[in-house]
């Protein structure tokens, strides 16, 4: 490994430079105009697979934007990582919000600013280097090694789940590699472990069989805005806990390890709450912040509406009220059980005055990849090496559904090994990628090629 | 009286058809093109109101459409009645749903079919009618009466308030006379007793500074919404009533005389929330359905809405929740008083998590004139005469602005003698007043002019 890091030290200017290059094709998916950038910026990639001694780099066309695909497979009895990322990019707008032209990538301080700097062609980029730099002064790599760059993960990235479930074979692995987030902080390199998931619903009331006046009716009718307010009410109790039966039954407890590792994790709930703008934070008792936003279920209100919501008064006594609620959902939960019991608990407790209505609009499994499992353990060694400084454990509160995707389909955990920062301008005007994490980035990216073999020899723990 | 009545009997065809020249004038108020109209409609009843004998007929300008005024003043030491009505009209879109043309009246088995029909030229023409009669045939009313016919009633009554106020003694008298209502039902004479007031409210919670995506922060902030659901929900207890301190305080209780009045009206349960298409009712436990509706204060949600309320699925965790609650008011509650102790209320169950903006949006006093006070009682006497069977006592669950006004600037009560049907049609198409009511509503108008002197000379009771 250490003529490997010291070409990677010595390269520092020439990554720059063909970074700047990728980053000044506007490969943004969303727009027409630019699908000729699309294949631009598929080719460059291919090309640079080629140019780093990948294998059978081939360009797949789907329905949409064009997926990268190379493999370099000489390891036998080796573990094989797959390599996801994506090289499209968000528009740019507003253009006049930015310092230096958003595809004209420009140093400043530490950071490189460009669309698509960390989200995500930077982070991709980070992989191509170690992998170039392993080639170069090694001859090979310590794993097997798959890479997928699609070109529609800003929109929604429609045609993937088709492109994986088509290249099963092709595609199967140990483990998915996915650089595509953010380190806890600044100078916190950090591993995110765990994904919440998501039942989304949709509830509608109706009470009389027609908007009433509220002054000739009122008195008379179980409005049917008071009655879901009266029944969202109920479905949290004093403890902040969700009331739903069996809600929790599939709840995988947070183990001490995991707690102990969220405590070293730098943490004010007093900052964070006049972040937010609010005096008081709430959640569900007998958990800290980062356990509740990580690693307990949730239950929100995304939407409500009923009646009249224009200016000023109207005397309605409304027909219907409308509620979109969600809940987060962490292992072992199973998005289609909770929206069961969401649904027979919410028309249980529907009074009779009403009658309900009840949807599933949308939803996505919990993913774990457990913090003992032999990649999570590679990731760790490696970012420590990488940063010389040993990461923390994390979650993430939200869904990245390509996770969910990757086990769903190939039956494989995804590692998490973000080098972005939580305020890096990704979607937004000024997106940077900073320059110690690009170059940490590529040091850990070899190291975790280097570590994974090791950590892959021993035997998996039950859990 | 007896001439009077035997008058109005051999008088119907012409009746009809001076009403139906009065229903051929299209006097919609909201409509510009019909501005001639309405000045021709006002013209139209002052010249009526000469032709039957009233003195100083007026056609005053407002800064909208005119009033027309009148009076009669030869009866000293009797009550004077105020009779307000209105001439114009709600427009008739969509015409294609009329049987016959709107400004051609119709008779149609026991109705006549026109706009305006029942609201309110036609109630109106009853008392000019019946003013005739007793002209014709006594050369004289046996009270003072004066009229005032507004063209702005279907628009919001914009400008009467200031004329009211600008003519304070000119329009000094014992009471009003309104025919503008409903009785109960067909064949059910009744006198509308009671009006609710009004307190609308809206309110704005606050909880995190922007919206937040309900995956990385779910779990760590109160949800504005539901925030807003728990306050909504604990604002009636489990009997249904209104949780606000002190809301209860000035409520005056509902009589012996009153309970036992409502008792008598046909009213089901059953039937009514068939009607409206719920399977229970709901309300205040203790009070019958109609005790509910008429004299018991109420809170109602007429609007909530907060989040994402469009088609499909967005993880927000809101910033914002609002809800537009009104409160109805029976007497001696005071919309003022009410909204105040809304705001204090609902600004301390607000929990700390949230930030609360409460805005009075508009109110309105409640109104009542004591069923033992001589308009009612004359009224009632009259109904009976004039349609030969025992009036009931009814109040109504909304409100009519007017009625406030003139208890506020000139000081006296109101006399709601509705010869309407519920099921007329006003403001649809196809809006008629049935005949019945028609010919039983002038003889009636002419014996309350008859009996009111009777009661006036009993001393009133005292409250």
């Known amino acids: 490994m250490e003529k490997v890091l010291s070409y990677i030290e010595s390269n520092k200017e020439q990554y720059l430079s063909e970074l700047t290059e990728l980053l000044s094709i506007p490969s943004v998916s969303s727009l027409k105009e630019h699908q000729g950038d699309m294949q ?15 294998h059978n780099v081939k360009i797949f ?50 950071n490189l600013y460009a669309r698509g700097a960390s989200d995500d062609k930077g982070q991709v980029f980070i992989h191509l280097k170690s992998v ?20 529609e993960e800003e929109i929604g990235s429609d045609h993937l789940d088709a492109f994986v479930e088509e290249h099963k074979e092709l595609l199967k692995a140990d483990l998915v590699l996915i650089s595509d987030s953010s380190m806890y902080e600044k100078d916190v390199p950090s591993i995110c472990y765990g994904l ?41 109790d004093k403890n902040g806990r969700v009331t739903i039966p069996g809600f929790y039954k599939d709840v995988r407890t947070l183990t001490k390890k995991e707690r102990a590792a969220y405590k070293k994790l730098p943490f004010s709930d007093k900052k964070y709450a006049k972040d937010l703008g609010v005096r008081e934070l709430y959640g569900e008792k007998g958990f800290t912040t980062l356990e509740r936003l990580w690693a307990r279920p949730t239950l929100e209100c ?25 809940m987060r959902l962490v292992p072992d939960q199973q998005s289609a059980k909770i929206a069961k019991l969401f649904e027979k608990h919410i028309k249980k407790i529907a009074p009779k005055t009403v009658t309900i209505n009840v949807r599933t609009l949308h939803g996505g499994e919990p993913a774990i990849t457990p913090i003992d499992s032999p990649g999570v ?45 939580p305020d890096e301008n990704a979607h937004s005007p000024d997106e940077f990628l900073n320059l110690n994490n690009f170059y940490g980035g590529i040091r850990t990216s070899a190291h975790f090629f280097n570590e994974l ?11």
Chains 1, 2 share one sequence.
């Open 40 to 54: 631009r910026c598929a080719q460059w990639i291919a090309d640079h697979m080629e140019h780093i001694g990948m």
């Open 61 to 110: 066309p789907t329905e949409g934007h064009p997926v990268v695909y190379s493999e370099w497979l000489e390891a036998p009895g080796k573990p094989t990582v797959l390599l996801y990322g994506h090289y499209d990019v968000q528009p740019v707008d507003p253009l006049n919000l930015w310092t230096s032209p958003p595809f004209q990538a420009t140093v400043r301080g530490e």
């Open 132 to 151: 170039e730099a392993m080639m170069k002064n090694e001859g090979a790599l310590p794993v097997n090694l798959k890479m997928i760059i699609e070109g």
């Open 196 to 236: 919440r998931g998501l039942a989304y619903m949709e509830i509608e009331l109706t009470g009389p069989n027609r908007d009433l006046h509220s002054g000739s009716f009122g008195g008379s009718i179980h409005n049917p805005v008071q009655a879901l307010a009266e029944m969202i009410a109920s479905l949290h």
């Open 302 to 326: 995304n939407g409500i509406w009923g009646g009249y919501i224009g200016e000023g008064a109207k005397t309605v006594l409304p027909a219907k009220a409308y509620a979109k609620i969600s």
């Open 377 to 421: 353990e590679a990731a760790v060694s490696a970012l420590e090496k990488g940063f010389g400084k040993k990461p923390l454990y994390q979650r993430e509160g939200g869904s990245i559904p390509i996770v969910v995707q990757f086990k769903k389909i190939l039956g494989i955990d995804t590692v998490l090994l973000g080098f972005g920062l």
């Open 453 to 463: 073999p090791k950590f892959w020899k021993r035997p998996s723990k039950k859990r």
